[in-house]
């Protein structure tokens, strides 16, 4: 039922889901471009719809009550963005203790333009042996999916590089199109 009415919402919200749920029980899937809190409802209505379940991290400043309460029923997790390296270990250790787990990131690491993407969700699939899908929600077409799988190496700067590519060349536009930045 749930899985319907998140359907009906998105496409009332005039969007088009693209793909199916990852088939593996762990990935990192991305989410570009990340420009708004509304990226957030648009994806969850998404996976929600085709059957998935996904965990996004979210600054634990937005977990006070109710609102805590209501983000982990949603998936969310918690993350302490002051401790880099605590978040990717306590990350890490989550995924690898975890049955299924489709833990979303938005590589930008921020709703701001930025030129340089953060790395942590490589570290993540690298150290898991994890699948990345490249995930979107474009605002021009309306159109969200979980995208192409990527294949990582242990080279993450090559890696990333020829991921921006794939976005960059996708032509998406964010809700506030001057909070993306193609490379």
């Not at 049955?99 to 938005?106: C, D, G, P, S, W």
């Not at 294949?151 to 890696?159: C, G, L, N």
Request: charged share 25%; proline share 5%; with cysteine.
């Amino acid at each position: 039922m749930w899985k319907r009415f998140c359907g009906f919402l998105l496409r009332a919200m005039g969007w088009t889901a693209v793909d199916p749920p990852v088939p593996e029980d762990k990935c990192v899937i991305l989410g570009v471009p990340h420009t708004s809190m509304w990226d957030f409802v648009v994806s969850y209505l998404y996976y929600t719809s085709v059957g998935g379940k996904a965990n996004v991290m979210i600054a634990k400043e937005f977990f006070w009550w109710p609102l805590g309460a209501v983000l982990r029923a949603l998936g969310a997790v918690p993350v302490d963005r002051k401790s880099p390296t605590s978040l990717m270990v306590s990350l890490i250790h989550e995924m690898n203790k975890a049955k299924k787990m489709h833990l979303a990131i938005a590589p930008e690491g921020t709703r701001k333009a930025v030129k340089r993407w953060k790395t942590g969700f490589h570290t993540i699939a690298q150290e898991c042996n994890i699948p990345v899908y490249l995930g979107y929600f474009d605002w021009k077409t309306k159109r969200v999916g979980r995208g192409q799988k990527f294949e990582i190496t242990d080279d993450a700067r090559a890696d990333m590089q020829r991921i921006q590519e794939i976005y960059e060349q996708m032509h998406m536009e964010g809700k506030h199109r001057d909070g993306y930045v193609t490379h």
